[in-house]
T-cell receptor, first 112, second 115 residues
């Protein structure tokens, strides 16, 4: 089945130690998104790629970066994680900007 | 700026009952898209139903239907014959055509279906 796959499901890192979360898709969608979701809150968009075009949200901290080496993969890099970065990180894809988004299972990030 | 408001943080009903989740939004756009997403505990967020603003007919998907009132900017979700598997966070979301390129979520409603 076509899907959005996030790895790992759970990630633990140390305060200040860089971490990378990955997302892959078999849907061949043009758009890939990264969201941060804290407990009992709505997802907060960090950035998205439309093909190779990167679009950063104005309030996304500089600590968060993203890479999309090809259509299928997208990575979220957190350069120096702080305690406040502990959250669920959701990857989503869509055929275009108006189409429904398909979400992965998420990666739950813990900071020690 | 577009905003989405879900006024019910939590709801609880008995299995087989009908439940309606409310959602209002604010926009100056005439054409846009509205969605309801379901996020079960520790599971993937999935699309429940979608409504295009230019369509007058309310969208339905099996037990799920919406009451779309464009003039009132209201987009409620009705779940008929509720099942235990319907227990989840439900998010109402809005996206304008092109332009802002951003899905705007409401705060969510935590729905619990009791046996």
């Amino acid at each position: 089945d076509a899907m959005v796959i996030q790895n790992p499901r759970y990630q633990v890192t140390q305060f200040g130690k860089p971490v990378t979360l990955s997302c892959s898709q078999t849907l061949n969608h043009n758009v890939m998104y990264w969201y941060q979701q804290k407990s009992s809150q709505a997802p907060k968009l960090l950035f998205h790629y439309y093909d190779k075009d990167f679009n950063n949200e104005a309030d996304t901290p500089d600590n968060f970066q993203s890479r999309r080496p090809n259509t299928s993969f997208c990575f979220l890099d957190i350069r120096s994680p702080g305690l406040g970065d502990a959250a669920m990180y959701l990857c989503a894809t869509s055929r275009d900007l108006e189409a429904p988004q398909h979400f992965g299972d998420g990666t739950r990030l813990s900071i020690l | 700026a577009q905003t989405v408001t879900q006024s019910q943080p939590e709801m609880s009903v008995q299995e087989a009952e009908t439940v309606t989740l409310s959602c209002t939004y604010d926009t100056s756009e005439n054409n846009y898209y509205l969605f309801w997403y379901k996020q079960p505990p520790s599971r993937q967020m999935i699309l429940v139903i979608r409504q295009e603003a230019y369509k007058q007919q309310n969208a339905t998907e099996n037990r799920f239907s919406v009451n779309f009132q464009k003039a009132a900017k209201s987009f409620s979700l009705k779940i008929s014959d509720s099942q235990l598997g319907d227990t989840a966070m439900y998010f109402c979301a809005f996206i304008p055509p092109q332009g802002a390129q951003k899905l705007v979520f409401g705060q969510g409603t935590r729905l619990t279906i009791n046996p």
